[in-house]
């Protein structure tokens, strides 16, 4: 499913009206909101000859109908002016393997980022191993030492950033200019942040990923994923999404539509709650450090005040040291801390995560055991008495 630009980037509005208005065809619409539900995979030709011709906006169901065009068109305008075109992919991993594929052929070489989504790693260590595609995997504070893993055949870089359990920040406009100067790609995992805080589009990445799962959605009711892609890239990612098959439901493409429309305020709430979180937990004798680039003392915190113009609600504490099971304590006795995978939805989450087993470039010493939050949209106070709570429970259990 595809779409090329329309005449988005010539429009005067700011992004919040963008995530609003774009993709909007109210006279198509026949004066609704919202776009329809189109379920359907034949479109009828009205002549032979313009079967014959290919004429009509649409033409078969797998390349798109009016619901995931609309959806495009709203994600594009989220990009910015540098994004050519928006892939749809029925979840984040296929987003990232689709792109992976668009732009590897047998005997390349691909770079990626230490801190990279495991199973992301977990594809490149399989098939595109068995493709005859060889990965390194980076230390994500390199920068521009990346250029010293550089080989002749190193065709794309893949970045993601902060990493979505530890929160290291790459310097990603350092890393595409080395692989630019090289003649690679740039791939960036950019679920964290979305474009609405972070245009990796103009920063020198050529295709933007999203697991639209997480804060796109918005409502932990979809799997979902995008591949946003600049002019150079975009005819490769419109190629794979294409001789994979790659296309969504539409109840799906729908939803994601519909999680866009309130981005921009959800995203600022989770910022909000989620800095405010942070800081109460930096200030808890329990906990050793944080992990949030958008707190003062992280050291990823003058790139991301760079590059970015805001941060989501996903962030990592690190405890002092404390028994397995006084851990467990602390976690059976969260109330307000659903425990699970994934995260972007209205709802607080927490899950304790170990990288220790698949890091390679780099060691994963984190001084304590680790726990990754996800601050929803409840009330602070809240999440703050149910913490306060659940440290008093991990304490009796030591
Ligand atoms: C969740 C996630 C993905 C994968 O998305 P799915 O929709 O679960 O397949 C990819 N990258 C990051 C950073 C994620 O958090």
Same mark, same amino acid.
Request: proline share 6%; glycine share 10%.
């Given at each position: #499913?595809?779409? @090329?630009?329309?005449?988005?980037?010539?429009? $005067?509005?700011?992004?919040?009206?963008?995530?609003?208005?774009?993709?909007?065809?109210?006279?198509?619409?026949?004066?609704?909101?919202?776009?329809?539900?189109?379920?359907?995979?034949?479109?009828?030709?009205?002549?032979?000859e313009?079967?014959?011709?290919?004429?009509?906006? /649409?033409?078969?169901?797998?390349?798109?109908?009016?619901?995931?065009?609309?959806?495009?068109?709203?994600? *594009?305008?989220?990009?910015?002016?540098?994004? &050519?075109?928006?892939?749809?992919?029925?979840?984040?991993v296929?987003?990232?393997?689709? =792109?992976?594929?668009?732009?590897?052929?047998?005997?390349?070489?691909?770079?990626?980022?230490?801190?990279?989504?495991r199973?992301?790693?977990?594809?490149?260590?399989? *098939?595109?191993?068995?493709?005859?595609?060889?990965?390194?995997?980076?230390?994500?504070?390199?920068?521009?030492?990346?250029?010293?893993?550089?080989?002749?055949?190193?065709?794309?870089?893949?970045?993601?950033? $902060?990493?979505?359990?530890?929160?290291? *920040?790459?310097?990603? $406009?350092?890393?595409?200019?080395?692989?630019?100067?090289?003649?690679?790609?740039?791939l960036?995992?950019?679920?964290? &942040?979305?474009? /609405?805080?972070?245009?990796?589009?103009?920063?020198?990445?050529?295709?933007?990923?999203?697991?639209?799962?997480?804060?796109?959605?918005?409502? @932990?009711?979809? *799997?979902?994923?995008?591949?946003?892609?600049?002019?150079?890239?975009?005819?490769?990612?419109?190629?794979?999404?294409?001789?994979?098959? !790659?296309?969504?439901?539409?109840?799906? !493409?729908?939803?994601?539509?519909?999680?866009?429309?309130?981005?921009?305020?959800?995203?600022?709430?989770?910022?909000?709650?989620?800095?405010? #979180? =942070?800081?109460?937990?930096?200030?808890?004798?329990?906990?050793?450090?944080?992990?949030?680039?958008?707190?003062?003392?992280?050291?990823?915190?003058?790139?991301?005040?760079r590059?970015?113009?805001?941060?989501?609600?996903?962030?990592?504490?690190?405890?002092?040291?404390?028994?397995?099971?006084a851990?467990?304590?602390?976690?059976?006795?969260?109330?307000?801390?659903? #425990?699970g995978? @994934?995260?972007?939805?209205?709802?607080?989450?927490?899950?304790?995560?170990?990288?220790?087993?698949?890091?390679?470039?780099?060691?994963?010493?984190?001084?304590?055991?680790?726990?990754? /939050?996800?601050?929803?949209?409840?009330?602070?106070?809240?999440?703050?008495?149910?913490?306060? =709570?659940?440290?008093a429970? #991990?304490?009796?259990?030591?």
């Open positions: #499913m595809t779409s @090329s630009r329309n005449d988005a980037s010539s429009r $005067p509005y700011d992004v919040t009206t963008e995530l609003v208005t774009s993709g909007r065809d109210t006279l198509a619409q026949r004066g609704f909101v919202n776009p329809p539900v189109v379920r359907g995979s034949t479109v009828l030709y009205t002549t032979a313009d079967l014959h011709q290919n004429r009509g906006e /649409f033409h078969y169901g797998r390349h798109g109908t009016p619901t995931t065009q609309a959806l495009q068109q709203a994600l *594009m305008a989220l990009e910015g002016p540098n994004c &050519a075109g928006v892939g749809l992919a029925p979840s984040g296929a987003a990232i393997t689709t =792109a992976l594929l668009a732009v590897v052929k047998t005997g390349d070489h691909l770079l990626v980022i230490d801190s990279a989504y199973p992301t790693r977990a594809f490149c260590e399989g *098939m595109l191993k068995r493709l005859g595609v060889e990965t390194t995997y980076f230390d994500p504070l390199i920068g521009a030492g990346i250029a010293g893993l550089f080989k002749p055949n190193t065709r794309a870089v893949l970045v993601e950033a $902060p990493g979505s359990q530890s929160f290291e *920040m790459p310097d990603i $406009p350092a890393i595409a200019a080395v692989a630019h100067e090289r003649g690679a790609l740039v960036d995992d950019n679920t964290w &942040a979305t474009p /609405f805080y972070h245009r990796s589009l103009d920063q020198g990445v050529d295709i933007s990923i999203q697991a639209a799962t997480k804060y796109i959605g918005g409502h @932990s009711d979809i *799997m979902f994923g995008t591949i946003s892609a600049n002019a150079k890239a975009w005819p490769l990612v419109t190629e794979s999404i294409r001789l994979l098959g !790659v296309c969504c439901g539409p109840d799906d !493409v729908f939803l994601a539509l519909r999680g866009l429309r309130t981005l921009a305020v959800r995203l600022n709430h989770h910022q909000q709650s989620g800095l405010e #979180m =942070a800081r109460w937990l930096a200030s808890r004798p329990e906990v050793l450090r944080v992990l949030h680039p958008g707190l003062e003392s992280d050291p990823g915190h003058a790139i991301w005040k590059d970015f113009t805001g941060a989501s609600g996903l962030f990592s504490i690190v405890l002092r040291p404390a028994p397995a099971k851990v467990d304590a602390f976690l059976d006795s969260l109330k307000l801390f659903g #425990m995978y @994934s995260w972007g939805g209205f709802e607080s989450l927490v899950v304790p995560f170990d990288c220790t087993s698949y890091r390679t470039a780099t060691k994963w010493i984190p001084g304590g055991p680790t726990l990754r /939050f996800h601050i929803g949209l409840e009330s602070t106070e809240d999440l703050k008495a149910d913490l306060d =709570a659940a440290f429970v #991990m304490k009796s259990a030591q």
